[in-house]
């Protein structure tokens, strides 16, 4: 797995090696060794959400990644902080979202909810 982060804003840059390593853990127990994604730290200026995720479209051509391109997850730490979430727990939560993991469905939600739950277990991540 490779996972590049990105800081919008200086501020953030303390919280690269934690998601980073956060990341790379849970493809390792998910079995997404091969994977490429990018996390993006952004602030309220631009997005005033906790977390945005946006799969590849498949086929779609990323070959300077050496790797297969999953997506892009935004994440707004400071939004993050004032709701009271945990970043790791956001982090996770739109990687599973690359992975075709949803809760628009009451079904979906509940097998994305048991596999963060497994895997902040597995990880030791309190939220």
């Known amino acids: 797995m490779r996972a590049v982060i990105e800081s919008f804003d200086r501020r953030f840059n303390y919280l ?3 998601i980073r390593r956060t990341i790379i853990k849970a ?6 060794r091969d994977g490429y994604v990018e996390i993006s730290l952004v602030n309220d200026k631009i997005m005033k959400k906790n977390v945005l995720a946006f799969p590849v479209p498949k086929n779609f051509p990323r070959p300077e990644t050496g790797n297969k391109a999953l997506g892009e997850v935004y ?5 993050i902080q004032k ?9 996770i939560h739109g990687f599973l979202h690359l ?14 909810e048991q596999k963060e739950r497994i895997l902040f277990q597995k990880l030791r991540i309190v939220y």
């Open 16 to 18: 690269k090696p934690k």
């Open 27 to 32: 493809a390792k127990f998910l079995k997404a």
């Open 75 to 79: 994440l707004n730490p400071s939004y």
């Open 83 to 91: 709701k009271g979430e945990s970043v790791s727990y956001m982090a």
């Open 99 to 112: 992975l075709g993991y949803d809760h628009k469905k009451k079904n979906d939600r509940m097998k994305m």
